[in-house]
């Protein structure tokens, strides 16, 4: 069963642009992990926010989390044509599994 | 280097005979998991493993096996692979399951005609 879902399904921006992603899940989590993804490629580790942060940095990348609502948010700023990727989110609601989403589409154009 | 290395990287096979995806980590971690990307459908969990010896289903464990003998490896098996089997497939470890940033390994494109 999918926990997250991610919203936009896919986004293009310009080089220089601020790029955001939403993920939205159904259930109590334990934390919530933002992955990156190139084309068919494995799945790389961003960040992991627990239930109890509301905001986590790395680098350009900034996360939120709103349990209360239910939702996160990746932000990557000054987006560059590096950065173009899918992006997953995933929730833990066991401590034992995490749930993927299906992914926003991220293109940056140079 | 730290990695999840995984064998093979593509693989066509007929329906009925069956293959085996090798998974191997030199993390030491406890955790390991299978899963699968199919378009549309995002990553659905196959397989996971807590520790040796001890291994339960995910989402989609239909048709598909798992052992975990040693630490270092999670084969998954496919007993008699069909068509819709085909897809990509990732293992992945971590420390601790959920708790912890999972490592991914390069996928295996499986075509099954």
């Known amino acids: 069963s999918q926990q997250g879902e991610e919203d936009p399904q896919a986004l293009s921006i310009q080089e220089g642009e601020n790029a955001t992603m939403n993920c939205s899940y159904k259930t109590s989590i334990n934390n919530l992990q933002w992955y990156r993804q190139n084309s068919g490629r494995g799945l790389v580790h961003l960040i992991l926010?627990?239930?109890?942060?509301r905001e986590k940095h790395s680098g350009r990348l900034r996360v939120t989390l709103d349990t209360s609502k239910k939702s996160s948010s990746l932000l990557i700023t000054a987006s560059r044509a590096a950065d173009t990727a899918s992006y997953f989110c995933?929730?833990?609601?066991?401590?034992?599994?995490?749930?993927f989403g299906e992914g926003t589409q991220l293109t940056v154009n140079p | 280097e730290a990695q999840v290395t995984q064998n093979p990287r593509y693989l066509i096979t007929v329906t009925g005979k069956k293959l085996t995806v090798t998974c191997s980590q030199n993390?030491?971690?406890?955790?390991m998991s299978w899963y699968r990307q199919d378009p549309g459908l995002g990553l659905r969990q196959i397989y996971y493993?807590?520790?040796?010896?001890?291994?339960d289903k995910g989402d989609v464990p239909e048709g598909y096996k798992v052992s975990r003998k040693e630490k270092r490896n999670f084969p998954l098996i496919l007993e008699s692979p069909s068509p819709n089997q085909t897809s990509l497939y990732f293992c992945a470890s971590s420390w601790t399951g959920g708790n912890s940033p999972l490592h991914f390994g390069n996928g295996t494109r499986l075509t099954v005609t």
């Open positions: 493993s807590m520790n040796v010896e001890v291994t």
């Open positions: 995933a929730t833990d609601a066991s401590g034992s599994r995490l749930t």
């Open positions: 926010i627990r239930s109890n942060e």
């Open positions: 993390m030491n971690h406890e955790y």
